[in-house]
Structures are given as C-alpha cells and as structure tokens.
C-alpha cells in the first residue's frame, strides 16, 4: 500500500520539525511519504519542513485548513497513494497512534478512521468554548447516526 502523510501547516515553524520527526520514528513495515502544505505562512515553517526531508507545498496565500488539506489530497490522487493520513502541524496529535488508523484502513474494517484528541486524558487540552463546540457536534452526529465519535472535528484521520 502507497501511504502519505499531508500535514496542512500555517505558521508551526517551531512545532514542524519535531511533528515530522515523530512520524519518522513510528515502527511500521512500509514507507510513508511526509507531505507539508504550506499554507501561505509569514514563518520559516516550509523551511524547517525541507530541512527534514519532507515534501514541502507552498500555497501563495493563506487558503484555510480546508484549503490546505484539499491541496494534499490532490496530490495524493495525482501520485496515486492508496492511503492518505491528516495529521496536524501544531503537534496536537501523537503519531504513534498511527498504526491503529492504518491498520483500520488496510485490514478493512474502515474506509475512514478518526483519531481523537481526548482519549489520553493528558493529550490536548481545548478552550471551554472550543470544547463546548466539540461537544455539540459529537452530540449531533451521534443523534444523527446512532455512532459515538468523541472528536468529529479531529483533523488527525485516515482515509
């Protein structure tokens, strides 16, 4: 299976290097290909991101995450990837969680796995409203679906 990461990142020059790095570390049998959008930042962020070797997209302007993560997503489809893994540029998600979103994909059992933020109760900590937020969607989308997803608005997810 042909794997990449698109990270969408606007300003993380000081998280970047360290989120790639943690990628790179993850024990896993096959090759995954690291790629930045680089959405329109004022930083060094898609500087820091070449320095490690990853594939490095600079958007002209800021395009907004949606923006950022379509343009990756695009070129997964034009490189032909099997799978593509989203995971944020600020280190909010820990990479050695993915593993489990892959091996959802590959062994079937999933077309689009979700990682969440909240299952370590020492990961990533929201502002109340944000949090507030977070939990009307996840509400709704159990109301909606009968399926419980405790992070709808994670952005760290396989497809």
Do not use: W
């Not at 060094?44 to 950022?68: C, D, F, M, S, Y």
């Not at 998600?93 to 590959?106: A, N, T, V, W, Y």
């Amino acid at each position: 299976m042909k794997i990449m990461t698109v990270i969408p990142a606007y300003n993380e020059e000081k998280s970047i290097a360290r989120v790639i790095t943690l990628i790179k570390s993850i024990d896993i049998d096959q090759q995954i290909d690291i790629v930045v959008v680089d959405d329109g930042s004022v930083d060094n962020t898609a500087t820091e991101a070449e320095k490690t070797g990853a594939t490095v997209i600079r958007l002209p302007v800021n395009l907004g995450i949606g923006g950022a993560v379509q343009t990756g997503y695009l070129y997964a489809l034009h490189n032909n990837y099997d799978c593509v893994v989203q995971i944020d540029g600020d280190g909010q998600h820990d990479p050695k969680d993915l593993p489990k979103l892959l091996g959802l994909i590959e062994d079937g059992q999933a077309d689009l796995a979700v990682g969440s933020r909240f299952v370590e109760k020492t990961g990533y900590r929201p502002p109340f409203f944000r949090k507030m937020g977070i939990c009307y969607f996840s509400g709704l989308v159990e109301l909606v679906t009968g399926l419980k997803i405790n992070d709808t608005t994670s952005g760290y997810r396989a497809v």
